[in-house]
Nanobody, 119 residues
Framework: QVQLVDSGGGLVQPGGSLRLSCAAS????????MAWYRQAPGNQRELVAS???????NYAESVKGRFTISRDNAKNTVYLQMNSLKPEDTAVYYC?????????????WGPGTQVTVSS
């Protein structure tokens, strides 16, 4: 019932910035965790940043101080502000929502948006 749409990716030069957005549609009850993952060709999918319903945040060591994750519960949207981008940030970025209920846990994934950092 829940569908996600990722957007905001594109081509940017090193040192530039992008803001990713992930909008959720369908039946929504505030997700316990909203997160961004990324996967580069030949690499494993890795957690970039996450934010809980209490707005506690966690970041991968490689992006600390450069990326900021935030959420707008009224719009059912999670954002990833990416500054000081580096070539190694190049990857497909995926939005992830986790709903933890009393009886089950549900995960939802966006289709991904390409981020390319190159001169």
């Amino acid at each position: 019932q829940v569908q996600l749409v990722d957007s905001g990716g594109g081509l940017v030069q090193p040192g530039g910035s992008l803001r990713l957005s992930c909008a959720a549609s369908g039946s929504i009850f505030s997700p316990n965790v909203m997160a961004w993952y990324r996967q580069a060709p030949g690499n494993q999918r890795e957690l970039v940043a996450s934010i809980t319903s209490a707005r506690t945040t966690n970041y991968a060591e490689s992006v600390k101080g450069r990326f900021t994750i935030s959420r707008d519960n009224a719009k059912n949207t999670v954002y990833l502000q990416m500054n000081s981008l580096k070539p190694e940030d190049t990857a497909v970025y995926y939005c992830n929502l986790v709903f933890q209920g009393a009886f089950k846990r549900d995960d939802y994934w966006g289709p991904g948006t390409q981020v390319t950092v190159s001169s």
